[in-house]
């Protein structure tokens, strides 16, 4: 008895809610940003690139005591990047070409 009891108060919960006072929403506070106030406020979308000698040896940190001569990318296509940075929406690209001390 105690349970049906129990169960019965917990299904009420939601009815209470039913029968709360709404309230309105509180006025804007004047003056009202245009659309184009809130375009430029919203964060620009940043893409990074890391490319340096580590790209090429396969290690995530470098020593600093890699062969220079393994950085040469010849079939780089930087272009390709900021194509597919822009077509994904990014409206800035930073790139960090090499971080060897």
């Known amino acids: 008895m105690t349970f049906l009891i ?12 039913l029968s709360a006072p709404r309230k309105p929403p509180p006025l804007p506070i004047l003056p009202i940003p245009s659309a184009s106030q809130l375009q430029w406020q919203l964060p620009p979308m ?11 040896t396969n290690s ?29 929406g990014f409206s800035r690209v930073e790139a960090l070409i090499y971080r060897e001390r």
Request: glycine share 6%; no cysteine.
């Open 6 to 17: 129990l169960i019965l108060f917990l299904l009420s919960f939601p009815l209470l809610s």
């Open 46 to 56: 940043a893409i990074f690139f890391h490319f340096g000698p580590n790209t090429f």
């Open 60 to 88: 995530e940190w470098g020593s600093g005591h890699a062969d220079p001569s393994v950085f040469n990318p010849t079939l780089l296509d930087a272009s390709q990047w900021i194509r597919v940075a822009k077509d994904a």
